[in-house]
């Protein structure tokens, strides 16, 4: 456990100090300043080449060859992140780590090292928070859901047999790899109402120390998604910024009740969720434009950088997190310089 990891702990747990949410809110505002976190997005999309495969392609296309899990979380600390969060199980329904609840995984890959494991230990190694994400849309282990591939996103279900299955496989990531700095839950809308309330309870009772994200997908974080993302301890805002109107708000009322919400804004730091050939990063002025919006707005940045087809962090997107943070600095030694005059 990293020692970033042990002072998140050290805060009391229940009895927030105002407010009807789970963790306190001195403790949330641990969590806000940490600031800079990296999303990483990898497995088997990578090597099919789309964000959203069938969940059909076997298990041994995912094949990465040059694997190298700590370069990730070294790059992801250079960079001056605090933290890390990585796509346990994405879409296509392959798992990074050997489950006992499928074969298709990284068991039966070409490439059987257990990414999370190694994920985990390199976060703790390096001082970052370790974060999982899991996703509810599974192509391959449908167990007679309709996932947002079958019908409009909207009308997408889940079986009782299919959240029975998340909750099994959630149990084991907390099991083997946590405590968590953060849980991320992508697409739960598909969960129901009351799949939503378990998974969310799940978490909170077996790693009462993680920060659980419920992903309320596209939008400023000016609204809770209650039919979608609740409930949650943060609020995703992906692929956006918080209005520039008051900076993003933190307090939401649902049911008559008062929640302190941290913000988080995921983007990718080119425009693909996982790696393509010819996704560049966007431009200096562009990414530090993002970074300042976000602090300046109170909101952390989750920034995505793909690992390509190889298990490395490309140049192009090292280099780029390196000119970021130079550029970060600058600002911050002009600022200092201001102040002090």
């Excluded at 079986?159 to 697409?187: C, K």
């Amino acid at each position: 456990m990293s020692c970033l990891h042990k002072k998140l702990m050290a805060d009391a747990i229940h009895n927030p100090a105002s407010g009807a949410q789970r963790l306190s809110i001195d403790r949330l505002r641990q969590w806000e300043q940490l600031g800079y976190g990296m999303f990483i997005h990898f497995g088997m999309s990578t090597f099919v080449g789309r964000e959203l495969p069938s969940g059909n392609d076997p298990s041994t296309l995912y094949a990465p060859d040059k694997l190298e899990v700590d370069q990730w979380v070294q790059v992801a600390r250079q960079a001056g992140m605090k933290y890390a969060v990585l796509t346990a199980k994405h879409v296509a329904g392959h798992c990074l780590w050997p489950s006992a609840l499928t074969e298709y995984d990284v068991d039966t890959s070409s490439n059987k090292t257990d990414v999370v494991g190694a994920f985990v230990s390199a976060c703790q190694k390096h001082g970052l928070g370790a974060g999982l994400y899991y996703c509810s849309w599974d192509n391959h282990h449908r167990f007679g859901s309709k996932t947002p591939s079958d019908t409009p996103f909207g009308q997408a279900t889940t079986t009782q047999q299919y959240r029975d299955f998340q909750l099994a496989q959630v149990e084991e990531l907390l099991h083997h790899y946590g405590p968590l700095l953060e849980v991320w839950i992508d697409i739960p809308g598909v969960l129901g109402a009351e799949g939503r309330k378990k998974q969310y309870d799940q978490i909170a009772g077996l790693s009462p120390e993680s920060f659980i994200m419920l992903n309320s997908g596209f939008g400023d974080g000016s609204q809770i998604k209650k039919d979608h993302a609740w409930p949650s301890d943060l609020m995703a805002i992906e692929r956006w910024l918080p209005s520039s109107n008051r900076g993003y708000q933190p307090w939401h009322n649902v049911e008559g009740k008062d929640y302190y919400l941290p913000g988080e804004v995921c983007d990718p730091i080119g425009h693909e969720w996982f790696y393509v050939d010819d996704d560049e990063p966007r431009g200096d002025e562009e990414l530090l434009g993002m970074a300042l919006i976000c602090r300046a707005r109170r909101v952390n940045l989750l920034l995505d950088v793909p690992p390509d087809k190889h298990g490395l962090i490309p140049k192009r997107s090292v280099d780029a997190l390196a000119r970021l943070r130079k550029n970060l600095d600058r600002v911050r030694d002009f600022s200092k310089a201001g102040a002090a005059s």
